[in-house]
């Protein structure tokens, strides 16, 4: 997929609204956790990735600032790190400075952007050792956290960008699930 194609993003850090939750809860099949905006949308409309809290309520520490909520995008995602294509970027990464260079600063990118939610949440940031994601900086884990990042984030993840470029338009069936047009704003239509 070239830039051109690339779904529209969308304002990071969108509030969330009832019609948004009820799509990421539909897209998940449960009730999201953490939610704190739509970080990108899909050609469609939908949420396709939404930035969460770095802690629960309960002070557990969430995985990822960038959540992943698209079933398509992740079955596609999912391909493709079964093709052995993760293998071949952890590869790349291990042979051009330049690529490490850029992940290496994503990473630290993505660390300060989270320490500042929790700054602004008013918990500590995690451990120094706990806060990657993906397997930034050195490992290429999983794509379908990098992939959000570079979505959430266009231009800060090379890695992300490199899936990105190889992933077909999930979006081209139209969206993955159908909120009803004629509901009250905050109900749910069926799943599709």
Known sequence: MTSADQPVSGRTGDPVDPRDTAAVELQLGRTPRGVRGVAHRCPCGLPDVVRTAPRLEDGTPFPTLYYLTCPRAASAIGRMENSGRMR???????????????????????????????RLDGVEPLPEGMQSTGGMPTRVKCLHALVAHELAEPGANPIGAQALEDLPRWWDRGPCVCIEENAPEGAEGNGS
């Open 88 to 118: 071949e970027m952890q590869e790349s990464l291990a042979r051009d400075p330049d690529l490490g260079a850029a992940y290496t600063r994503a990473h630290e990118s993505y660390v300060a952007e989270r320490a500042e939610q929790a």
